[in-house]
Structure formats: structure tokens, C-alpha cells
């Protein structure tokens, strides 16, 4: 009987002991380290990132008789904006007989401006040097060909200090492509930093 009654309490302790452990087997995995995870496998990471930006309408661009009377300096020539249009017949001309066609699908966007020579010495104007900028961000230069096809007034001459003059800087760029800013730049060789002008 001494050995019987030794077991049963043996044997109870090995349950209570086997109890005891149990909550803290099923209490382990239900602990909060499972939360973070989670967390951050539903965080940004996961996402992809076009649908982080706003989708919508592509901006769009300002009519273009909203650069009319904008002005800025390259350190060498004040410049101001007089006109800007979209040729409407694709075709250049400097009204003495020299005219030019834009290709094919393309179209001219012709800036007028004003100049004038703010330095202390003789300089020309010169093409190629200038940039405008669709709503996209692309980046187009001035048609060098196309401004010296339609010069009457000013043809790269010298303008001696405080000399001012008009003259067109061109762009030549596809159908459909709305301009958004422009940088002006009196010439491609110098140092100059180009007025940015955006309405």
C-alpha cells in the first residue's frame, strides 16, 4: 500500500508539472511579437510605388500668352518676352523671300524677345544655347536653323553696350507638346546662367 499510495502523488505532480508548462507553450506564440511582423509586411515595402503617387490629369500647360511681358537677364543681355505663339501654317519666313518648314508631325514655337546688352562691351546674341521644358519635364533646344532663317531685324551682329534689338528663338517640337517654361540664354559658349521663366 506504501508503494500505491507513492505513485498516485508522483504521478500528480508530473500532471501538475505538464499543466503548468502547457499555458506557457500556448502563450509563446501568442505573444506581440507576431504584431510587428505583420506590421511591417503591410508597410510601404510591399506597395508598389506607382500606386504611392496621386494618380489624375497630367498638368497641364500655360497658354502660352501667359509668358508675354515675362523678363530675366543671363548676366549678359536683359531679355523680355514680347510674343509667344505656335506658328499656325508650320512655315517660317523673314518676310524678304527665306522661309522654312517645320518636319513633318512637328511644329514651330516661336518666342519673340526683346534684348538688350547690359554689359560694358560689344556682344552678340547667339542660337542654340536656349531650353524649353513640356509638362513632362523633356527638354528641347532652340532651332538654331529656324531663328536664322526668320532674321530680318538681327542677324548675330554685335550689339554695343546698352544696344537693344528683337529678335526669335525657336523651338521646333512634335505635335502636341505643350511648353511650360523656357530658359534663355544669349549664347552656348558662355558662362552665363540662363533666365528661367515659368508662368
Known amino acids: 500500500m506504501f508503494g500505491r499510495l507513492l505513485a498516485p502523488p508522483a504521478a500528480a505532480a508530473t500532471c ?15 505573444s506581440p511579437s507576431p504584431e510587428p511582423e505583420k506590421t511591417e509586411r503591410s508597410g510601404e515595402p510591399e506597395r508598389p510605388r506607382e500606386q504611392v503617387r496621386p494618380k489624375g490629369k497630367p498638368p497641364e500647360a500655360p497658354d502660352l500668352t501667359e509668358f508675354h511681358g515675362m523678363s530675366g537677364s543671363d548676366g549678359y543681355f536683359d531679355m523680355r518676352i ?7 501654317d508650320d512655315v517660317i519666313t523673314d518676310g524678304a523671300g527665306t522661309s522654312s518648314r517645320a518636319p513633318s508631325g512637328s511644329r514651330y514655337v516661336v518666342f519673340n524677345v526683346q534684348i538688350t546688352n547690359t554689359t560694358s562691351s560689344p556682344k552678340y546674341f547667339d542660337w542654340g544655347g536656349s531650353h524649353a521644358y513640356d509638362v513632362e519635364g523633356n527638354q528641347y533646344v532652340d532651332d538654331y536653323d529656324a531663328a536664322l532663317t526668320t532674321c530680318d531685324d538681327y542677324c548675330g551682329e554685335e550689339l554695343n553696350p546698352g ?3 528683337e529678335t526669335d528663338v525657336i523651338f521646333t517640337v512634335a505635335d502636341g507638346v505643350q ?11 558662355t558662362p552665363g546662367t540662363p533666365a ?3 508662368p
Open 16 to 30: 501538475a508539472g505538464l499543466i503548468a508548462c502547457l499555458p506557457v507553450e500556448v502563450e509563446t506564440p501568442a
Open 179 to 189: 511648353l511650360s517654361s523656357v530658359e534663355l540664354l544669349s549664347d552656348p559658349y
Open 82 to 88: 514680347n510674343e509667344a505663339y505656335v506658328d499656325d
Open 196 to 198: 528661367t521663366l515659368e
Open 163 to 165: 544696344g537693344t534689338v
